[in-house]
């Protein structure tokens, strides 16, 4: 399967980069051959989307990168094992999702998907519409600020979903198969997420949230340059609990 085209998570407004034009098969099968590099290319074009798919996991921006970086090199040690039945972008994205809960679960704080109990709105503090005194409109004024704030307040199984199909874009079905979720199970989430959203944010979303939890600029030349650094690197000492982790298969 070919892609052309840059994944709509590519750096809004980069300059074009040598290598752009190749889709993410013919860069994998460059890599594999021995252009190591060219690794970079796959990153810079789906950094944002694992940023925003670890945020929505772990909540916190720093743990976030580490998990973009073990992603990364994960992906590289198994990229032999990307048989091209499903977009790499897909099968990258499931990874990301697999570090990032493996994480949390380290920590204690993830919930499963599965097991998450439909949530009322009253679970969330309400956000008030009434009339925007100044200091309100300085903060209406950065939309942005707003949600990344509502979306991080969610349970990780519903900040998930948010992240992956309205801030993201993803298609449902799209969503569904990174999280290996069923598409009606992944529907029935997504209408609660919503609805855990005051009116008033989800009214200014649609054209706010492309802008949110952006990564780019310095952020993303540090995650390339540090998961550059780690491929280098003999797999053992690049990722020391490799052994024994879980095989990543295709989707």
Not at 65 to 79: M, N, T
Not at 145 to 168: F, K
Request: proline letters at 5%.
């Amino acid at each position: 399967m070919q892609t052309r085209v840059l994944d709509v998570s590519a750096q809004a407004g980069s300059p074009d980069r040598p290598g752009d034009s190749l889709s993410d098969e013919e860069v994998v099968r460059r890599v594999l051959a021995g252009e190591r590099p060219l690794f970079e290319i796959l990153m810079r074009r789906y950094n944002r989307r694992l940023y925003r798919v670890a945020r929505g996991i772990v909540g916190d921006e720093h743990e976030a990168e580490d998990v973009v970086q073990d992603a990364y090199v994960r992906a590289f040690h198994h990229l032999d094992q990307f048989a091209e039945r499903a977009r790499f972008a897909t099968w990258l994205t499931r990874i990301a999702v697999y570090e990032a809960m493996a994480r949390s679960r380290r920590r204690g704080r993830i919930v499963e998907i599965d097991a998450m109990p439909e949530v009322h709105k009253e679970s969330i503090p309400s956000l008030r519409s009434a009339e925007l005194d100044p200091e309100q409109r300085a903060i209406q004024h950065d939309l942005r600020t707003i949600l990344e704030a509502a979306i991080d307040g969610m349970p990780a199984p519903y900040r998930l979903i948010l992240m992956l199909r309205d801030v993201e874009g993803l298609s449902t079905a799209a969503t569904a198969e990174c999280l290996d979720l069923g598409i009606p199970a992944v529907k029935t989430r997504l209408h609660r997420a919503r609805g855990l959203l005051r009116r008033r944010i989800a009214e200014q979303a649609t054209t706010a949230c492309r802008e949110a939890f952006a990564f780019e600029g310095g952020r993303c030349d540090r995650v390339v340059a540090a998961v550059l650094a780690r491929i280098a690197e003999p797999p053992e000492e690049a990722y020391p609990d490799l052994e024994g982790r879980r095989r990543v298969q295709d989707p």
